[in-house]
């Protein structure tokens, strides 16, 4: 079999949403988890009112593929690499939720330089896609035949030397709206609105002095935040997501890893550190419920 042009590890929303914008430009190939999750892909889904088919691969039976794309959640990043290595690629881009940096277990050859990031957003309500907000794809100078590729699929993509500064924006976005909407179980536009803009005020300014390469002043840390939950505001945040479907939150490799970064730096969070814990409670939750 040929060679695909890209793989996509993680058929999530994001997933979905790379795959078919790159199909019509490329040979690409989705990577679901199991033989289960390739049939039901195999099978279509809808982006839109786009009917996508892709064609479909679940471990260890791979092909190969030149570039790799990573999009899964932070508890599944271990296998995914494994899968990802398996493809025999030239380069194996991460666009978590997340960074490298203190979120995930580095593993043997994995190297901080191969994350991206994506300010993309999407969710999936069931087999159908919803795309709601066109956001921009940053990526390591290394894969500007990728980011080329992607610009091709009609993507806003480019390379960025300062992507250590970009994921830690990106990262407080995301230790902000998705702890808040997912324990209130609420689309990402309820934090523009009293109580939970307070919530997510206070959890933004509590986060700076963690993330200290985001070189942003708190009134634009909050402009940031809030730019973001306006512009994604009929969004499902991904641990919204997760909550909802009775899986594993990133609560470790966001918040959790917030947590982290205060603690070595010797910072107090208390707020971040409250929701950490409701987050314990919901995952608690989840597995008492599993287990009757
Ligand atoms: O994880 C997510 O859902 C996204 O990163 C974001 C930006 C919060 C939009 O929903």
Redesign the pocket.
């Known amino acids: 079999m040929n060679r695909y042009d890209v793989a996509v590890i993680g058929p999530g929303a994001l997933g979905r949403v790379f795959a078919a914008a790159l199909a019509p430009v490329c040979r690409v190939l989705l990577v679901a988890r199991s033989a289960q999750g390739a049939r039901d892909l195999e099978a279509g889904y809808r982006l839109g009112d786009h009917r996508v088919r892709p064609d479909v691969a679940f471990p260890p039976r791979l092909p190969t593929a030149r570039w790799v794309i990573v999009l899964v959640k932070g508890p599944d990043t271990a296998a995914a690499l494994e899968a990802a290595r398996a493809l025999g690629p030239s380069g194996i881009l991460s666009l978590q ?1 997340g960074d490298l940096e203190g979120c995930f277990q580095p593993l043997p050859g994995q190297r901080l330089e191969d994350q991206g990031v994506t ?1 993309e ?1 999407a969710y999936r309500d069931g087999n159908h896609t919803v795309w709601t907000a066109r956001g921009e794809t940053l990526l390591p100078e290394a894969f500007a035949e990728l980011a080329e590729l992607l610009r091709r699929a009609g993507l806003r993509a480019r390379t960025e030397p300062q992507l250590r500064r970009e994921r830690q924006r990106k990262l407080l ?2 230790v902000v ?2 702890p808040v909407t997912a324990l209130a179980r609420r689309e ?1 536009g309820a934090l523009l609105e009293s109580p939970l803009r307070e919530l997510a005020e206070r959890l933004t300014l509590e986060a700076l002095p963690a993330l200290p390469a985001l070189d942003l002043t708190p009134q634009a840390a909050l402009e940031r935040v809030f730019a ?1 939950a306006q512009l ?1 505001a009929a ?1 499902r ?3 919204l997501a997760d909550v909802l479907a009775g899986r594993l939150t990133e609560r470790e490799t966001l918040t959790g890893a917030l947590l982290r970064r205060a603690d070595a730096l010797g910072l107090e969070v208390p707020a971040h550190r409250s929701v950490h814990a409701l987050l314990g409670g919901l995952e608690g939750a989840r597995a008492g419920h599993a287990r009757t």
């Open positions: 939720n300010t957003a976005v995301n709206i998705n990402n973001v994604t969004n945040s991904s641990m």
